[in-house]
């Protein structure tokens, strides 16, 4: 499977920003994904999840209530809104495929094995 992230750029605090993640090569409908973001200096944390039908989604605490994670499984794409954008947010989004069904949904970078090349987001304040 191969992923490319993309929607990244500057924004205003207070603006908001869709992410598209769109795969190629095996069936992509078939995988849970995840949103992951790593800012400069820091490790890379997990931001939401979807899961294979859509029917499952989870999403770090800090984003709950202003970001929506997606899919169209049609256009084999994923996608993350993002509202109420906060400076802190600023960081590359990357997004990546879990083979395994499990749930809760994973969230750790080890669970997603195939991963997209990441697409900068900056906020400013």
């Known amino acids: 499977v191969q992923l490319q992230a993309s929607g990244g750029g500057l924004v205003q605090a207070g603006g908001s920003r869709r992410l598209s993640c769109v795969a190629s090569?095996?069936?992509?409908?078939?995988?849970?994904v995840g949103w992951f973001r790593q800012a400069p200096g820091k490790e890379r944390e997990f931001v939401a999840a979807?899961?294979?039908?859509?029917?499952?989604?989870d999403y770090t605490d800090s984003v709950k209530g202003r970001f929506t994670i997606s899919r169209d499984n049609a256009k084999d794409t994923v996608y993350l809104q993002m509202d109420s954008l906060k400076p802190e947010d600023t960081a590359v989004y990357y997004c990546a495929a879990d083979l395994v069904f499990r749930l809760p949904l994973g969230v750790h970078p080890y669970e997603y094995v195939y991963w997209g090349q990441g697409t900068q987001v900056t906020v400013s304040s």
């Open positions: 979807i899961s294979w039908s859509g029917g499952s989604t």
């Open positions: 090569g095996r069936t992509f409908s078939l995988y849970a």
